[in-house]
């Protein structure tokens, strides 16, 4: 007897584009093989799958490689941060500081 497949998707946005895919994998496959077989590597060529953080439902998964794919799973693969958001906090309050003190 042959195991059904198991659905899931696959979401990654860029600032210009955003892909939602839905693809099948077996039983047993890991988050990152079921990366590798989605086929979003082909839309986003410059996208590195195997180094990547992903998370399902927006829980970053520790191990990719070992965490098994279950039905309907959402992979989210989320881009680096261009900026660390409490440093980017600290200069906006800081200049907000500035400007009261001055008087603006």
Do not use: W
Request: glycine share 6%; charged share 30%; with cysteine.
């Amino acid at each position: 007897m042959v195991e059904p497949l198991i659905e899931y998707e696959v979401v990654y946005a860029e600032p210009e584009r955003q892909v939602l895919l839905k693809a099948r994998v077996a039983h047993g496959t890991s988050v990152r093989a079921a990366l590798r077989e989605s086929g979003v590597a082909a839309q986003f060529p410059k996208l590195d799958l195997e180094h990547c953080q992903v998370g399902i439902f927006g829980k970053v998964v520790a191990d990719p490689q070992a965490r098994l794919i279950e039905e309907g799973d959402r992979i989210e693969i989320y881009r680096p941060l261009l900026a660390d958001p409490k440093e980017v906090r600290r200069l906006r309050a800081a200049k907000a500081a500035q400007a009261k003190a001055m008087g603006l």
